[in-house]
Nanobody, 114 residues
Framework: QVQLVESGGGLVQPGGSLRLSCAAS????????MGWYRQTLGKQREWIAT??????NYAHTVEGRFTISRDNDKNTVYLQMNGLKPEDPAVYYC?????????WGQGTQVPVYA
């Protein structure tokens, strides 16, 4: 069984920056893709970004402000968020895709404006 644990949420002001991390652990897994979604109360979960071995993709709402990266040695995916806007606060979820299934993290609340 694979576990994904997000971290990095916290207080930030509009225009500020924050970096989220998502560490994967478990046995016998290889994620060919990892990424992030976010969700606010009463809305559907929104895809934010995906990283694979060949490219990174972003939703138009965050492109140019957010950067996704991955450290394969640490089984960790990151989301660097710059130029935060009022519409960015949400619960952020990371995910990882194997050939058989998608695994989700438990979510982390970010950002909460000071």
């Amino acid at each position: 069984q694979v576990q994904l644990v997000e971290s990095g949420g916290g207080l930030v002001q509009p225009g500020g920056s924050l970096r989220l991390s998502c560490a994967a652990s478990g046995n016998n897994f290889t994620f060919y893709a990892m990424g992030w979604y976010r969700q606010t109360l009463g809305k559907q979960r929104e895809w934010i970004a995906t990283v694979t071995s060949t490219n990174n993709n972003y939703a138009h709402t965050v492109e140019g402000r957010f950067t996704i990266s991955r450290d394969n040695d640490k089984n960790t995916v990151y989301l660097q968020m710059n130029g935060l806007k009022p519409e960015d606060p949400a619960v952020y979820y990371c995910y990882g895709d194997t050939n058989r299934a998608r695994s989700w993290g438990q979510g982390t609340q970010v950002p909460v404006y000071a």
